[in-house]
């Protein structure tokens, strides 16, 4: 058995083919829909049946964050299995207390078991989706070949200091609920036409550019991808329904980039709630910033 566990969030939206082959623990994060409360990844493993009662919802789904319970309960459960490293890799703490739980069940762990051979990080990844799924993965994989514990933390931590997202929500309702978007941009988009760029980069989301209309989208992610990624690193395409756009976007990254994605992973509901389903989204490795 390795000694280092690897665990996360259902938000990073890792195929559920790689939970299994690579042993990542994953937490669902609760969901809200009408009177009833859903698990992510229990309740709705195929993302499209999502999707269909995402937008047929009268209002808009939410998400709450995993309690501290929860966190202590594995914690003390990989703990007694003899691991000595268990590493969890949390959403973005700007935009979820998920992780401020975390570290209050590492602390009161901590505090209830003094002196064991068995330690907890806790990780922020300052990002969404797969941006930190796909870390996560690379993680277990070394964690599975036996890599020490910190080397995996430091690939982590560059990873997370440096991992940039592109995305375009084709549909803003969303992402104005978000915050994603402000409801006043969001109007002006919706009124001229304008689909506006987010990014995400070291914890923080803004929208560097808008373009006019569904064309312009595709060729706008690729160039500010190429822009501010280093060469020769992985990059990974991220998409909801729009499978369309989707496939543009892998063409023309391909062509531009000079080699295909590493990976091309559908976003769940925990991300789909906040930006929308009807999105494409570029991640890459940019520069440190820190």
Known sequence: MASVKIMTDSASDIPIQYEADY????????????????YE??????????????????????HAQITQMIFEERFE???????????????????????NSALMAKKSFEEAHPGIDYRVHVLDSKT???????????????????????EILAYLEDWFNSVEIYATAYA?????????????????????????VITFIDGENATPAKVRGDKAVVPTLVKMAKEHMVPKTPYLVLYGNNIPERDKLIKELEKAVGYPAADIVQIGATISINIGANLVAVAVKGSQKH
């Not at 691991?83 to 969890?88: A, R």
């Not at 969404?128 to 020490?148: I, L, M």
């Open 172 to 196: 803003l309702d969303f992402a104005k609920k978000s915050g994603r978007v402000s409801s006043t941009a969001a109007f002006v988009g919706e009124l001229l036409g304008l689909k506006p």
């Open 128 to 150: 969404y989706s797969y941006a930190y799924g796909y870390a996560v993965v690379e993680a277990a994989k070394k964690a599975q070949r036996g890599t020490h514990v910190n």
């Open 23 to 38: 042993d990542i623990e994953i937490l669902g994060f609760p969901l809200t829909m009408g009177n009833e409360t859903y």
């Open 77 to 99: 459960e990989f703990w007694k299995m003899g691991y000595q490293d268990l590493i969890y890799i949390c959403i973005n703490s700007n935009g979820s207390n998920t992780f």
């Open 41 to 62: 990844r229990v309740d709705f493993p195929d993302h499209d049946e999502f999707y269909t009662r995402l937008y047929s919802e009268p209002k808009i789904p939410t």
